[in-house]
């Protein structure tokens, strides 16, 4: 049921870092390229308004937490090994542990802001190469890599449409519906993509322009660029101008541990921290929290939460909305008050919800009440960003 984002990129840009950044779990990073091998899994926060505050009393999430009226609704990111261009074709460690992410709803493409890392991840020198190029070939990769799964067996499938009929957009559903996407995605796709008339002339080419298109509906992608505390305040404003959005993992776990050894107050997302006792820092860390304040004054904060929430809410276009059971008093069966918090795409229906929660409530949908306004809705009822639905089902 959990919503899930990839972290891609070439090797040794700071995806792990950006990760444990993100999730507070503990992984290997280090300066080489590969350090990660295994897919890394763990849960993030995404901030928004929690509409407890309506009703004056404090709501009781089943997962995430709420504080000070901000909700915290969580996130499932997962971190893969490095990609190196032609890893469809075995470099590196080859595109096999891609599959890892065939749930994720869209990535996170890490960039090198410093620009110092060659295509596999190795230390060339500072500005060496464009951060965009990495963004280039790791896109070409994903495309591969989508290809490669529609293109498996695809002859033998589109000779069988030919002898005994059938549709392209219902085989190519077949193949990438582990992939997370649905029918519909796939039909716009497929006809985005065009097709030869005659299926006989179908080529790899088609296959690729079908996967393209898929990823632009079904696996969209922001660019962050990390490592950016390296960067003068001109370097910076030049790569946001081109539309990267930057962050320091590095800083921000810093800080998140200062926050957990009570050193610091600090919430994600925030632009500066504050000092909780001055007498217990030593010198090389107030030195080091300084610097972290200082681009954190250029940058407007570190950027991760900021990076997160904006693949969230702009990129993935997904509103908050709050299942009960009960529309009265927004609680479960036993009196937890407003207890979920889903993430759903805009435009969604009440219909996707009930599906969303269970397929059951979906499959035996009658109808749906508004928490709010106790107006009756119907299956095709379109979400508004912080909606508490009752789903009633027989
Ligand atoms: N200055 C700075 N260094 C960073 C930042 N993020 C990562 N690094 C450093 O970059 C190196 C690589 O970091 P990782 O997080 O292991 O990179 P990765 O992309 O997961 O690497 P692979 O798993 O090998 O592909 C480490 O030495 C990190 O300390 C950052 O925001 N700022
Ligand atoms: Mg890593």
């Known amino acids: 049921m959990s919503n899930q984002i990839g ?40 901030r928004v308004k929690c509409p407890h505050i309506e009703i004056g009393k404090s709501c009781n999430p ?38 890892d992410l065939r749930k994720a709803e869209g ?55 030919e002898s005994e009929g059938g549709k392209v957009e219902e085989l190519i559903h077949q193949k990438v519906a582990g992939l997370g996407i649905d029918e519909k995605t796939t039909a716009m796709a497929v006809k985005n993509a065009g097709i030869p008339s005659n299926l006989k ?26 490592k950016a505390d390296q960067l003068s305040p001109e370097q910076l404003n030049i790569l946001k101008s081109r539309g990267i959005f930057l962050v320091s993992g590095d800083y921000e776990l810093a800080l998140k541990k200062a926050s957990k050894t009570g050193l610091i107050k600090y919430n994600p997302g925030d632009n500066d921290f504050t000092i909780i006792d001055e007498t217990k820092l030593n010198n090389q860390q107030r030195d080091a929290l300084e610097k972290i304040r200082k681009f954190m004054k250029m940058n407007g904060g570190t950027g991760v939460q900021q990076a997160l929430e904006h693949m969230v809410y702009d990129v993935l276009n997904y509103i908050v909305v709050y299942p009960v059971e009960d529309e009265s008093h927004w609680t479960d069966k036993s009196g937890n008050i407003l207890p979920d918090a889903i993430l759903m795409k805009k435009g969604s229906t ?45």
């Open 7 to 46: 972290i891609i990129g070439k090797p040794n840009v700071g995806k792990s870092t950006l990760f444990s950044a993100l999730t507070e779990n503990i992984v290997g990073i280090g300066n080489y390229p590969f350090t990660t091998i295994q897919s890394n899994i763990g849960v993030a926060y995404v």
């Open 62 to 99: 089943k997962f995430g937490k709420c504080e000070n009226g901000i909700r915290y609704v969580p996130v499932q990111i997962i971190d893969v090994a490095g990609l190196v261009p032609d890893a469809h074709l075995g470099k590196g460690l080859g595109n096999k542990f891609l599959d």
């Open 107 to 161: 990535f996170i493409q890490v960039v090198d802001s410093t620009g110092s890392l060659d295509r596999q991840g190795n230390f060339v020198g500072f500005g060496k190469f464009d951060p965009m190029d990495d963004y280039e070939f790791v896109h070409k990769e994903i495309v591969m890599w989508i290809a490669g799964i529609i293109g498996d067996n695809i002859q033998k499938g589109l000779r069988k449409i």
């Open 201 to 226: 002339n179908w080529t790899d080419e088609d296959t690729m322009r079908i996967a393209e298109e898929l990823i632009k509906y079904s696996k969209p992608s922001m660019i962050v660029g990390t």
């Open 350 to 394: 009440a219909l996707d919800l009930a599906y969303k929660i269970h397929t059951d409530l979906g499959e035996n949908f009658i109808r749906a009440i508004n928490g709010r306004t106790k107006r009756i809705l119907g299956k095709e009822y379109v979400l508004n960003n912080g909606d508490i639905i009752k789903i009633v089902a027989h």
